[in-house]
């Protein structure tokens, strides 16, 4: 069974900084991609910034030179630097990654349980 498991939410002040961490776990193969996705109260679930194995990058517009997305491979974990944090933000986040996994011929798309960010003074 594959997991994967979010940590490093909370409250900040606008302006602040927090970092997020994304660990997987479980009869891994290979993680190909792996992303942080937000869902604010009232929206759909939106893409925030991407990481492919080899560390090429994608990121929402709306976060584009505040956020930044690393990844360890080793450690199997993915990471969100955020920076500057608006209110806007205030979300919870989620971590995705796409798993190649022993006895599967093809990857699976798994999704963390979220961790809350609220930016609030």
């Known amino acids: 069974q594959v997991q994967l498991v979010e940590s490093g939410g909370g409250l900040v002040q606008p302006g602040g900084s927090l970092r997020l961490s994304c660990a997987a776990s479980g009869r891994i193969f290979s993680i190909n991609a792996m992303g942080w996705y937000q869902e604010a109260p009232g929206k759909e679930r939106e893409l925030v910034a991407t990481i492919t194995p080899r560390g090429s990058t994608n990121y929402a517009d709306s976060v584009r030179g505040r956020f930044t997305i690393s990844r360890d491979n080793a450690k199997k974990m993915v990471y969100l630097q955020m920076n500057s944090l608006k209110p806007e933000d205030t979300a919870v986040y989620y971590c995705?990654?796409?798993?190649?996994?022993?006895?599967?011929?093809?990857?699976?798309?798994?999704w963390g349980q979220g961790t809350q960010v609220t930016v609030s003074s």
């Open positions: 995705n990654a796409e798993i190649d996994q022993y006895g599967f011929r093809r990857p699976v798309v798994y």
